[in-house]
């Protein structure tokens, strides 16, 4: 352990930073070791992480002394930051900031700073397809983030650029609804377009193929996605995998879906909006190949689904 280079992993207890862990703990021999940080050392996650042989420390990443402390001695940082916490594109980039401040202070000789692209640049400030949201933003937790990027400028960055969670599946209350007749019908705002979608744990043990590839990736931007399906294929992929017979697409506008009133609705309207007005440039942005590269376990959404059957059929009714 002693000899190990340190990965200090912020979002531990989550599904990005959780699927890193477990990545760096399952390879015995990779020369890594994992500093899993979270608010709550107490929690179930953070004992689990313990349990296979993380150091747990405890750190707030609105508090960024404790963020230093957390970060001393480490050879690397996981940045991630979870906008769906306080839904604020600004809180966000402060965190961002204290993230590269922290990183600076202690040395570290690499970052993965978790980002999105600005999709503002996709569209001139006076087109009218979508609202801007917060005053500044067309989607908040992509532009914020892409923002966040230039803190990290100086330092020995690879700014690795996610895409949309299958696990919003039952992560998200993302799922087909089943109706009183017991069929699914799954309504979203993607037209014909393909979603670039990944599974969570896939996007954690890309960040371990980075790491592990060190200086290669340092300076880079690094996109990535598992499979791009449209919405009409993901519902048949559903009904083959877990049994449930037909799921019927219900095409609706993004309009509509950003009234649908539950809380980020309008966020998430924007952002499938984004999918599939520019779903060549989000495409174009992302990579299977340097995905699976990175991480040669990059599963499909049918071996997703598979996977994590239990969870998908429950959140499906
Ligand atoms: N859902 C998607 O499809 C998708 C796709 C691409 C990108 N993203 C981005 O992914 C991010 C969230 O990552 P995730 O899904 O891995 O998170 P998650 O599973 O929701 O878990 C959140 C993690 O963030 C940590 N955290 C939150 N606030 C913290 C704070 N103030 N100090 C320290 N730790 C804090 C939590 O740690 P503790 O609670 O243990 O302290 C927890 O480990 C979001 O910003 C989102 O925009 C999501």
Redesign the pocket.
Known sequence: MADKKIIAV?????????GLCRAILADKTGGFACRA????PA?P??ADLKGKGAEVVK????DVASLKQAFAGAYAVYG??????HFSGEK?KT?AKNIAEAAKAAGVKHIVW?T?EDTRKLMSPGDKRMPMLQEKYRVP?FDAKAEADSYFSGLPVTLLV????WD?LY??GLAPKKGADGKHSWAMPMGKAKLAGIA?EDIGKVAYGIFKAGKEYIGKTVGIYGEALTIEQMGQAISKVLGVGAVTYNAVEADAYRGFGFPGADELGNMFQVYRDFEQQVLGARSVSVARKLNPELQSYEQFLAKNKAAALAAMG
């Open positions: 912020l979002g531990s207890t989550g599904s990005q930073g959780g940080i979270t608010r709550d929690k996650k953070a750190a707030d990443i609105d991630v930051t979870n906008f769906w916490e966000e965190q978790s999105l937790h996610t895409s949309f969670y919003n992560l998200f969570a």
